[in-house]
């Protein structure tokens, strides 16, 4: 399979002359009956494709308002499965395409064998799972091979020429760039070394690259963005609609337009 909707997405947004913006968002949170509601919005916001986050019990990525909005969506009874069979029920109205954030628990209890069709049937083309690391990816890639499920690898500020290699020879969908050294959550500033990273990425990669973690005004998306093909926005977002403060969101989307690369 081609694995190209996710990568498609971002290309044609960059080829519009903006940067690819990716909120996202914890599903569940306000219970489950939000999900559509959000997704909807994010889509006519201009969101290029969506991070659905799925709330996990012992999660090694998330910062503090992540972790929280996991917990508040847990207390809900939100399960990966849970949230496939939703978003199923209004796939049809969803033009982004979706990726899902979850931990390879979850995916191994939901089934391997299972979690493909089921990708399909709900609208969703990504997985990201941050606790599965390339060496160990295998098992998940036999399961999607013949999907059009991209598993997207991350790629950290300390990961070595010869890993940054490999990652990107196996990347599919997108390179995630984590642009701090530790978890989510938002931050006033990011390392001097980023812009090189972010070069070296670019360089490396048959796949668009996007920058994600600790972004969370217009001015970094604007500024991170120019450095990338595009922005992951996640701590800002979750917050956001947790608040209901959705005019925060249009205006953190909206620095992404028309941003010119400095590349």
Same mark, same amino acid.
């Given at each position: 399979?081609?694995?190209?909707?996710?990568?498609?997405? /971002?290309?044609?947004?960059?080829?519009?002359?903006?940067?690819?913006?990716?909120?996202?968002?914890?599903?569940g949170?306000?219970?489950l009956?939000?999900?559509?509601?959000?997704? =909807?919005?994010?889509?006519e916001?201009g969101?290029?494709?969506?991070?659905v986050?799925?709330?996990?019990?012992?999660?090694?990525?998330?910062?503090?308002?992540?972790q929280?909005?996991?917990?508040?969506?847990?207390?809900? *009874?939100?399960?990966l499965?849970?949230?496939?069979n939703? =978003?199923?029920?209004?796939?049809?109205?969803?033009t982004?395409?979706?990726?899902?954030?979850?931990? =390879?628990?979850?995916v191994?209890?939901?089934?391997l064998?299972? /979690?493909?069709?089921?990708?399909?049937?709900?609208?969703?083309? *990504?997985?990201?799972?941050p606790?599965?690391?390339?060496?160990?990816s295998?098992?998940?890639?036999?399961a999607?091979?013949?999907s059009?499920?991209?598993?997207?690898?991350?790629?950290?500020?300390?990961?070595?020429a010869?890993? /940054?290699?490999a990652?990107?020879?196996a990347?599919?969908?997108?390179?995630y760039?984590?642009t701090?050294?530790?978890?989510?959550?938002?931050?006033?500033?990011?390392?001097?070394g980023?812009?090189?990273?972010?070069?070296?990425?670019?360089?490396?990669?048959?796949?668009?690259?996007l920058?994600?973690?600790?972004?969370?005004?217009?001015?970094?998306?604007?500024?991170? *963005?120019?450095?990338?093909?595009?922005?992951?926005?996640?701590?800002?977002?979750v917050?956001?609609?947790?608040?209901?403060d959705?005019?925060? /969101?249009?205006?953190?989307i909206?620095?992404s337009?028309?941003?010119?690369?400095?590349i």
């Open positions: 399979m081609t694995k190209q909707q996710v990568k498609r997405a /971002i290309i044609a947004c960059n080829e519009r002359g903006d940067k690819a913006f990716v909120p996202y968002i914890m599903a949170d306000g219970g009956e939000t999900l559509k509601k959000n997704i =909807l919005f994010l889509q916001a969101a290029t494709a969506i991070e986050g799925i709330p996990f019990s012992d999660p090694v990525a998330d910062g503090e308002v992540i929280q909005a996991g917990e508040r969506a847990l207390a809900k *009874g939100i399960t499965r849970k949230v496939m939703e =978003l199923a029920t209004f796939k049809d109205e969803v982004v395409p979706l990726v899902i954030m979850t931990y =390879l628990n979850p191994l209890s939901y089934g064998q299972v /979690i493909a069709a089921d990708c399909e049937k709900s609208g969703v083309y *990504g997985l990201i799972i606790d599965l690391p390339l060496e160990e295998g098992i998940l890639k036999d999607l091979k013949d059009d499920v991209a598993l997207i690898q991350l790629v950290s500020l300390t990961s070595p010869e890993r /940054i290699e990652i990107a020879k990347a599919e969908g997108f390179i760039a984590v701090v050294n530790g978890i989510t959550g938002v931050r006033s500033s990011f390392t001097e980023l812009e090189g990273h972010l070069q070296r990425l670019k360089a490396a990669s048959s796949v668009p690259v920058a994600g973690f600790g972004i969370s005004t217009p001015e970094q998306v604007q500024n991170l *963005g120019a450095l990338a093909d595009g922005v992951i926005v996640g701590s800002a977002i917050t956001a609609l947790h608040e209901n959705l005019s925060t /969101i249009s205006t953190l909206g620095a337009k028309n941003t010119v690369s400095k």
